[in-house]
């Protein structure tokens, strides 16, 4: 109950303030839609391939509002307020996470139903993927409130640009990592991005052949390693923002 | 009852002492003032002893509980309202207070009613919090403190920035809780601690300098006024130091 109480306050606290919202979702469509157009003549991008790497890459900027939301709380004395309440530790990160899905849901609807106009096939994969997709959120909100709990609002949208830069980079987007060179391809094999990446590219064209054991492994790993964190430090620093 | 009881309470922060050795006890029923001039200890003190942050050394007691361990029981029964207001900003005044209900679990409607009644709320209701003058801001602070009726109400600086008007209709409701609710409050309007405390404590760097009722400051400090006595207590040290 209190869990929910606190998501529709951060869901109003979003809402009232949407530009960054709007922002992580024109972008990503923005992307879809002039690659496409350009028609790049690699697999990378073709609808199949660069939806998903779309929708990770958006996830991204869900870190970043998230961040930003979180450091703007701390910098009020309002989580203070929270801090001597009955709440709990945990209810605080649940509450966040609840309130960053329905935005979550809203952008991944919006590429999908995008790269459905552009031509994706086969459609019905996004039927998993809209699933699929919501979990692979998750590590991406946790790796927000970890950021939003350890800087201050300015530095808050320059720190989780590195998540921005990492996925672009480390995920195989934008261009295949066997390209560049084994010792990439082992730093894209140990960070998260690239694993979700597999993992939604499955779900949307239904195959799931292409996860290897070690994706599972490493995208679990990370959202419960980020989770932890997150909670920890919330609470460490939640009332002490200014 | 013991409201609160506190044995050489202390907390450092690196370099500094923010609150020494402080021992106090509080009765239940009693409107508290801590004063002292910026940088003395309150807000600290009231962090450690709202169960905010733990003290470096020393004990605190709520209604018989630790401060530390049972920080969980003692939450419930309190209230809080931080120097800096604390409101959700884009929250609607009305949405504030039902948030807060949410977070103690009460019901929210009667419990909104009352205090919006008692704030004289109804007029911003509607109004985001962020766009509301500070006055009204700091009233719905204090109103959102109140929201599961504490049995002991933590109250930093709450006059400050409020109009005459605004701070005599906060002294009448600081009065009216007076059979329910044990208040402990700083200030930095003597005249304030004057009409409202029934005892005041004077932190002095950190350290309880005194503690009494008006009257038996008054006399500890051959002062004819609280203010005086305020003053001499606060130069305490400088002044010995020069006799
Ligand atoms: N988090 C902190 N880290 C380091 N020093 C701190 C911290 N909080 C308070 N202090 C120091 O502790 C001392 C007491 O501060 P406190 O805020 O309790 O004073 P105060 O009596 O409430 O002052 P004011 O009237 O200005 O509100 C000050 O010297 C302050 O700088
Ligand atoms: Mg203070």
């Given amino acids: ?16 303030d949407p530009l ?12 879809l839609f002039i690659f496409k157009q350009i028609n790049i003549p690699s697999p990378s991008y073709a609808l199949d391939n660069f939806t998903p790497g779309i929708i990770v890459f958006s996830f991204s900027f869900v870190s970043m509002f998230t961040a930003i939301l979180i450091a703007k709380d701390r910098s009020t004395s309002f989580l203070t307020r929270l801090a001597v309440s009955p709440m709990k530790p945990h209810e605080y990160v649940s509450g966040y996470v609840l309130a960053l899905l329905p935005p979550v849901c809203v952008q991944v609807v919006a590429v999908l139903a995008l790269a459905l106009i552009l031509g994706l096939k086969p459609p019905w994969g996004v039927l998993l993927a809209l699933p ?3 979990v692979i959120s998750l590590p991406f909100i946790a790796l927000g409130i970890l950021f939003g709990s350890i800087t201050n609002e300015k530095a808050a949208s320059g720190v989780s640009s590195i998540v921005v830069q990492l996925v672009s980079f480390t995920s195989g987007m934008y261009f295949d990592r066997s390209l560049v060179g084994d010792g990439f391809a082992v730093v894209c094999e140990v960070l998260p991005f690239e694993s979700a990446l597999t993992l939604l590219k499955a779900a949307l064209n239904l195959d799931l052949s292409v996860i290897e054991p070690r994706n599972i492994i490493v995208f679990c790993a990370y959202t419960v390693a980020f989770f932890v964190l997150s909670v920890v430090l919330f609470n460490k620093n939640m009332s002490k923002g200014k | 009852m013991t409201a609160i009881k506190t044995q050489g309470l202390t907390k450092k922060y690196k370099d500094v002492v923010a609150v020494s050795d402080l021992s106090l006890e509080i009765d239940e029923g009693e409107i508290f003032a801590l004063l002292g001039v910026n940088g ?12 905010l942050i733990p003290p470096s050394s020393g004990k605190a007691e709520i209604f018989g509980m630790d401060a530390v361990k049972d920080k969980d029981a003692i939450r419930p029964l309190m209230g809080v309202s931080p120097q800096e207001t604390a409101v959700a900003p884009a929250l609607t005044v009305k949405e504030n207070l039902e948030f807060m209900a949410g977070v103690y679990g009460v019901n929210g409607k ?37 929201v599961n009726s504490p049995r002991l109400l933590f109250l930093d600086e709450p006059t400050l920035g409020l109009d005459v008007l605004a701070r005599r209709q906060l002294w009448k409701e600081v009065e009216s809780l007076k059979s329910k609710t044990t208040i402990l409050l700083t200030t930095h309007y003597i005249e304030e601690a004057e009409s409202l405390a029934t005892k005041v404590a004077m932190l002095n760097k950190g350290k309880l300098a005194a503690a009494g009722t008006v009257d038996e400051l008054k006399e500890k400090y051959g002062a004819a006024s609280l203010e005086e006595a305020f003053v001499a207590a606060a130069r305490g040290g400088d002044e010995n130091a020069n006799a």
Avoid: C, H, Y
């Fill in chain 1, 20 to 31: 960054s919202i709007i922002f992580s979702l024109a972008l990503p469509l923005f992307l």
């Fill in chain 1, 1 to 16: 109950m209190r869990t929910l109480n606190f998501a529709g306050r951060n869901i109003k606290e979003l809402v009232r």
């Fill in chain 2, 110 to 146: 009667s419990a909104t009613d009352e205090l919006i009644e008692r704030f004289g709320l109804s007029e911003v209701l509607g109004r985001k919090a962020k766009t509301l003058s500070g006055g009204w801001q700091r009233k719905l602070s204090l109103a959102l403190a109140l």
């Fill in chain 2, 40 to 51: 003395a200890g309150k807000t600290t003190t009231i962090k450690m002893l709202s169960t």
């Fill in chain 1, 132 to 134: 699929v997709a919501l």
